[in-house]
């Protein structure tokens, strides 16, 4: 399920794709994040199209939860977008704390800034790490 929602944007809007795997969850973090002034520009329930659509899409800003149905979890679905596309911003959502340890064994992430938010994530919380981001 692919949803492209491109609309009018400013030069200090963030464009943003998801991947959520929970539609009311990430339809809560699309009407947040929309609310926000940001562009969600794709999103999407699996990450088996996660670099098709990166290379679509050209977001600023790819939100990824950890935990994707489908051939690719969000760690492999960051992994795909990273190893062609070096300075892409990525931005781990999960509800598992060993996540951040599985990045660390996982080579390809070294010395890349990607935050991990462990879930339940408040949107003040969502919506500072954009901010974080957008003014790189």
Excluded: C, W
Aim: no cysteine; charged share 30%.
């Amino acid at each position: 399920m692919h949803n492209n929602a491109r609309g009018g944007r400013t030069s200090t809007t963030t464009k943003i794709m998801i991947l959520e795997d929970e539609e009311d969850i990430l339809l809560l973090y699309k009407d947040y994040l929309k609310r926000k002034g940001h562009d969600i520009t794709v999103s999407s329930t699996t990450a088996d199209e996660a670099l098709t659509d990166y290379e679509r899409y050209k977001p600023d800003l790819v939100i990824i939860d950890y935990k994707l149905p489908g051939h690719k979890n969000g760690l492999h679905a960051a992994n795909e977008i990273i190893t062609k596309h070096s300075t892409a911003k990525i931005l781990i959502l999960t509800a598992f704390e060993h996540v951040k340890e599985e990045m660390v064994q996982m080579n390809f992430f070294h010395g890349k800034e990607i935050p991990v938010l462990i879930k339940p994530v408040k949107l003040s919380q969502l919506a500072e790490i954009i901010s974080r981001f957008s003014n790189k």
